[in-house]
């Protein structure tokens, strides 16, 4: 009995390392798609965005008769909380228990990182939308793990845009506010190098835990060490709470690195303390192409406000694996794996989604400041 019993869970590894050739089994049912985004926790807010992004792509891919033969999407998410332990768990659920086809994972770059394995020993691809740290695109594609994708560009990409353009400003003594993060520690480093390339220097790079309530001490210290801007690199409740806190200190300084200037933190920085705050970003709302356009419409009539950078790439995420699962002509992963390496779909924003040699797309990203209490896009660069 105990021989039959460790025979039969062997079996059982063996069958969900195989993960899933078809989420319907006989290629007639729905082709389901998995999301691990953080929908609890200090990140949960971005999480919701990127999944109403997901929802509008999937419901607009349905509405046009599906992805392939008439089979719609369907869409299962997971809450990965920004934890890797949680994330690699959200993963392995989609993959083993819900038995899709494709993923969409998993927006905090630590989680993407506990996460790539698994969809590799399972052989199901896995487009990521939104991480940011260069290790997942060193680890991709040449770097060994062939069945993760990646359509937003890393923050070394990023970084070497912005401080491009800030070399060319008035501020050349820049301090770096990071989460205590692989996403946080990753952007910072990679801020720093940039920085040092061109010529301007950091005055003290500062790493603050996920969940931290009171930035009063760092404020204190950019005000009075000769800091001339500060970059963050800091996310979701954590980014908003921080902007609130600098101005009601009266930080007077302008803000860079990776600020998402929307809703509650484009509120704050219409303050004239934080005039000339920029940021790089692959994404926003006011970038004037039709498909853009169109996506902001259909966005903020279903949801009532602009689509921000993660509803954009969860929504370009979906679109990305429909183009593919359509080619691939069903939706057994490794078809839609192989199809996903051969991609070249336009971007809403002008650019291209095309896979090179790591499976990283270069698609285009903007130098966005603040004039006048509105964002502008200054400058727009191939990543």
Partial sequence: MKRLTAAVAGMALVLAACGTSDAAGDGTGPIKIGLSTPLSGSAASLGESERKGVELAVAEVNDSGGAVGGRKLELVAQDNAC????GASSVSKLITQEKVSALIAALCSGVTLAAMPIAQRNKVPMVVATSTSP???????????????????????????????????????????????TYGRTGAEALKQALTKNE???TVTDYAAQGTSDFATLISKYRNNGTEAVALYISGADHVGFLRQAAAAKLGLPLTGRVELEGDNLTILRDKQFAGSTSVYPYSSIVRTPENEAFVKSFQSKYGAPPTYEAFEGYNAVKTLADAIKRAGSGDAEAIQKALEQT????????????????QAHDKAFILEVRDGRPVVVADVTT
């Fill in 83 to 86: 934890n890797p332990t949680d």
């Fill in 135 to 181: 290790d997942i695109s060193k680890a991709s594609g040449a770097g060994g793990n062939k069945f993760v994708f990646r359509i937003n560009p890393s923050d070394a990409n990023l970084a070497d845009a912005l401080a491009s353009h800030l070399a060319g400003g008035k501020a050349r003594k820049i301090a770096i506010l990071a989460e205590d993060s």
């Fill in 200 to 202: 301007l220097s950091v």
């Fill in 344 to 359: 070249d779909l336009k971007s809403l924003t002008g650019g291209t989604i095309k896979f090179d040699a790591n499976n």
